[in-house]
């Protein structure tokens, strides 16, 4: 059984910087395509951004420039560092993980999922 637990999440200031962690237990760690997506209030599930197997990237257009996915295959552990922050990033990021190939920025793809953290941006 996957499980995925984010961390990392937190109050920050506009322009200021945080990096959330998602660790995975479970089966092969590279196997599977991690995403994050976040979800503010009254919102749909949004994708962020994503990574593959073979750490090919992949980012919404709002966070382009200023959102950095990367992953640890020997941590088994997924990374977002998200920096220039600002009050619209405001939601709770989820952790996501998916196997197979392709759709990486579409929910519905991924099969596992973590709890979210928490991400507030003040102006």
């Known amino acids: 059984q996957v499980q995925l637990v984010e961390s990392g999440g937190g109050l920050v200031q506009a322009g200021g910087s945080l990096r959330l962690s998602c660790a995975y237990s479970g089966r092969t760690f590279s196997s599977y395509a991690m995403g994050w997506f976040r979800q503010a209030p009254g919102k749909e599930r949004e994708f962020v951004s994503a990574i593959t197997q073979i750490s090919t990237t992949y980012y919404t257009d709002s966070v382009k420039g200023r959102f950095t996915i990367s992953r640890d295959n020997a941590k088994n552990t997924v990374y977002l560092q998200m920096n220039s922050l600002k009050p619209e990033d405001t939601a709770v990021y989820y952790c996501?993980?998916?196997?197979?190939?392709?759709?990486?920025?579409?929910?519905?793809?991924?099969?596992?999922w973590g709890q979210g953290t928490q991400v507030t941006v003040s102006s």
């Open positions: 996501a993980a998916k196997s197979g190939l392709n759709y990486y920025t579409y929910k519905h793809t991924y099969d596992y």
